[in-house]
């Protein structure tokens, strides 16, 4: 874990290291990469795309999105399926292209390893002042 510059000796440190590489998932039962394995390949990723793109249309719905994020391990909600929509579909059409997709995947594995960092105990939950966020935030954007 790389430590921010600045910081104040033991105060929690935010992992920096999200950016290279890695897909974590958040933990639980059938969570698939939860152990923190290597950011699947672009080649699976694509398998999966094709794997839960039903009608052959080339993008993702909603529901077909979260069944290819659910293949790689995340559990999410509906609602939070929708902002991701909102946010990675970058032609405006309420579908994720594999472009989308993958930019997708590195968004939440960057996010995912950051809570990580914090996530003490593993239960899910981070607790952090307002100064540890922001550096959070500030590391991906």
């Not at 052959?56 to 293949?71: C, H, I, K, P, T």
Request: aromatic share 10%; hydrophobic share 35%; net charge negative.
């Amino acid at each position: 874990m790389e430590r921010l510059p600045g910081r104040a000796s033991g105060a929690p440190q935010p992992c920096l290291s999200s950016a290279r590489g890695c897909l974590p998932v958040p933990p639980g039962p059938g969570a698939g990469l939860a152990a923190g394995a290597a950011l699947p390949d672009q080649s699976f990723l694509w398998n999966v795309f094709q794997r839960v793109d039903k009608d052959r249309s080339g993008v993702l719905s909603d529901n077909e999105l979260q069944q290819a994020l659910s293949s790689v391990g995340y559990r999410l909600s509906d609602q939070f399926h929708d902002i991701l929509i909102q946010k990675f579909d970058r032609q405006g059409r309420g579908q994720i292209t594999f472009d989308d997709f993958i930019q997708g995947c590195i968004v939440l594995q960057r996010l995912t390893d950051i809570s990580r960092c914090y996530d003490t105990d593993q239960d899910g939950w981070i607790q952090v002042s307002y100064e540890q966020y922001l550096s959070m935030v500030f590391s991906i954007v």
